[in-house]
């Protein structure tokens, strides 16, 4: 087996101590009672976020005494989710009890399998049936239920409709941007404001997942079957024409900044809102991760809409999100079930939403007036529709590794389009690793 091999990065050996000590402390984190040895004490790690220890405190107050949840924050503008992936993984390798419940991406769920707590004896088919259908596959490996979905995402793009109302078509843009409008028009609008000021299109293309869930979409988008036949093959034209529009974005057109090429999704959204940009790619939790930093004046002009498509294709949004694992080493899982059966309550994933912004996974949610900004949850339901899952393959951690390295490499004009294609496909159909 061959092997790509990157310079090593000071950043893990960071994230490893910075790791290191949230395990050693995250009993001081959340204490209900320290000297009470009879508290069973579960940790879970995740990206903690506000909702998240609200949550928490919740479930500590309601079962005090009994049951007390440590939580173990890997925040999104620390850590991406590559990064994310790593660090849980070098903790399960040495069978680590200080992890009893982790979150992981939808894609991920082959890669942490085997250190998963089998759950299919432990939810019933009716309960599994109170779930929108597209997130169950992704929580199945070899017919066992390995994992339990928590919340799911959909691609979404954001753009500041103050910015375009001057314009004298006007009416037609929005029209054509709320119902998905295509990658030709889209280029055409871009190349008609002409504004080297502000930023066209900004979307989150370091070498890392976040790239590869634009450059899968732009595929499936021409074709939904491109990854079913159980082998890749990037030189096809549907891959050529994703990776080229990619890259004449930044290089030919010039309405997508060279700087995202090292941005990952955080600071995507940072240089989006500092530099007034038009476009941004994301996900539905965009306002509540950057609610804070945006301009009040401005905050009700950013309106969100599908991502694009190819003209005579049918739209596609690729899903995201993330499922909850119970690791095999956990000495607690009776106690992280019930922590599980309550995140999974219709009260505790609407919570979520409204603080959040993810999408639940209980169709219960959806149909519920009553949810702060049930518009846009109802619009959510709708993309949902058009949904497309990145490929659901045992080895997709590699693949996606590799994929991400070359076309990263095309979009820095490091390499040509088809060699990159050709490579990526060579070294994933050789079995080859890239270690990053």
């Known amino acids: 087996m061959k092997t790509i091999l990157k310079p090593m990065n000071l950043f893990w050996l960071i994230a490893v101590i910075i790791?290191?000590?949230?395990?050693?402390?995250?009993?001081?984190?959340?204490?209900?009672?320290?000297?009470?040895?009879?508290?069973?004490?579960?940790?879970?790690?995740?990206?903690?976020?506000?909702?998240?220890?609200?949550?928490?405190?919740?479930?500590?107050?309601?079962?005090?005494?009994?049951?007390?949840?440590?939580?173990?924050?890997?925040?999104?503008?620390?850590?991406?989710?590559?990064?994310?992936?790593?660090?849980?993984?070098?903790?399960?390798?040495?069978?680590?009890?200080?992890?009893?419940?982790?979150?992981?991406?939808?894609?991920?769920?082959?890669?942490?399998?085997?250190?998963?707590?089998?759950?299919?004896?432990?939810?019933?088919?009716?309960?599994?049936?109170?779930?929108?259908?597209?997130?169950?596959?992704?929580?199945?490996?070899?017919?066992?239920?390995?994992?339990?979905?928590?919340?799911?995402?959909?691609?979404?793009?954001?753009?500041?409709?103050?910015?375009?109302?001057?314009?004298?078509?006007?009416?037609?843009?929005?029209?054509?941007?709320?119902?998905?409008?295509?990658?030709?028009?889209?280029?055409?609008?871009?190349?008609?404001?002409?504004?080297?000021?502000?930023?066209?299109?900004?979307?989150?293309?370091?070498?890392?997942?976040?790239?590869?869930?634009?450059?899968?979409?732009?595929?499936?988008?021409?074709?939904?079957?491109?990854?079913?036949?159980?082998?890749?093959?990037?030189?096809?034209?549907?891959?050529?024409?994703?990776?080229?529009?990619?890259?004449?974005?930044?290089?030919?057109?010039?309405?997508?900044?060279k700087a995202v090429t090292a941005f990952t999704e955080h600071p995507c959204h940072r240089f989006y809102i500092d530099n007034n940009g038009y476009f941004v790619r994301s996900w539905p939790t965009f306002f509540s991760e950057n609610y804070s930093t945006i301009d009040t004046a401005i905050r009700d002009d950013i309106k969100r809409i599908p991502t694009p498509h190819f003209r005579g294709t049918k739209p596609a949004v690729v899903y995201g999100g993330w499922n909850l694992v119970v690791s095999k080493f956990s000495e607690h899982k009776p106690e992280v079930l019930e922590f599980i059966r309550f995140l999974l309550r219709p009260e505790s994933q609407q919570e979520l939403f409204e603080g959040n912004g993810s999408l639940p996974v209980l169709k219960s949610v959806y149909e519920n007036s009553d949810v702060e900004d049930a518009e846009v949850l109802n619009y959510y339901k709708k993309q949902i529709e058009f949904g497309v899952h990145r490929p659901l393959l045992e080895d997709y951690s590699r693949i996606s590794d590799i994929i991400s390295y070359y076309v990263h490499k095309a979009l820095l004009q490091e390499i040509e389009i088809e060699k990159a294609l050709s490579e990526a496909t060579r070294m994933i159909n050789s079995n080859e690793v890239i270690f990053k």
């Open 19 to 257: 790791f290191a000590i949230i395990f050693i402390y995250s009993d001081k984190d959340i204490s209900l009672d320290s000297t009470s040895s009879h508290i069973t004490k579960i940790h879970y790690a995740d990206g903690i976020t506000p909702t998240h220890l609200q949550l928490i405190e919740k479930f500590n107050k309601k079962y005090n005494g009994r049951i007390e949840v440590v939580p173990i924050d890997l925040p999104f503008n620390k850590f991406s989710t590559n990064e994310r992936k790593e660090l849980l993984a070098r903790a399960l390798r040495s069978k680590s009890e200080k992890i009893d419940l982790f979150a992981v991406d939808i894609v991920w769920g082959y890669r942490f399998a085997k250190w998963a707590e089998n759950l299919t004896s432990y939810f019933s088919k009716e309960m599994l049936g109170t779930m929108i259908e597209p997130i169950l596959p992704t929580c199945y490996y070899n017919d066992s239920l390995f994992a339990f979905p928590f919340t799911i995402d959909i691609a979404t793009m954001y753009y500041r409709d103050d910015l375009l109302q001057n314009l004298p078509n006007y009416s037609e843009i929005k029209h054509k941007l709320e119902n998905s409008i295509t990658w030709e028009d889209f280029i055409q609008l871009g190349l008609k404001l002409n504004d080297s000021q502000k930023p066209f299109f900004s979307f989150p293309a370091s070498d890392y997942e976040g790239l590869i869930c634009g450059f899968t979409e732009m595929i499936l988008n021409q074709d939904r079957n491109f990854f079913d036949n159980g082998k890749i093959d990037l030189t096809r034209p549907e891959s050529v024409r994703a990776l080229t529009t990619l890259t004449d974005l930044i290089n030919k057109y010039n309405l997508t900044p």
